[in-house]
Nanobody, 126 residues
């Protein structure tokens, strides 16, 4: 049974940093794509970043390029999202998702994923 569990969300001041984790179980990360998404109140869920576990290829939304870094530890079956220089507009619930055979920037599209975690809240406020 595929299961994803996010953690690491917190309240942080603008300019601060957080590292989110997505722990996967029930499957091996080796051949799956992991995506991070976020949803703010009243807004659509949007793709933030994604990583191919087979070749390490990464994709970022323009809004987070240069500030967020996605990485994976296949041995631990965990994908991380390091978030630096956080802004109030980064406030959202962050979700990780996984599926196979997602190519290129399509990995930022919500509809490409079947399996989802329940999310972790990130609040950026002074």
């Amino acid at each position: 049974q595929v299961q994803l569990v996010e953690s690491g969300g917190d309240l942080v001041q603008p300019g601060g940093s957080l590292r989110l984790s997505c722990a996967a179980s029930g499957f091996s990360l080796d051949y799956w794509v992991i995506g991070w998404f976020r949803q703010a109140p009243g807004k659509e869920r949007e793709g933030v970043s994604c990583i191919s576990s087979s070749d390490g290829r990464t994709v970022y939304a323009d809004s987070v390029k240069g500030r967020f870094t996605i990485s994976r530890d296949n041995a631990k079956n965990i994908v991380y999202l390091q978030m630096n220089s956080l802004k109030p507009e980064d406030t959202a619930k962050y979700y990780c998702a996984t599926d196979k055979d997602i190519g290129g920037s399509a990995c930022l599209i919500r509809a490409m994923y079947y399996y989802w975690g329940v999310g972790t809240q990130v609040t950026v406020s002074s």
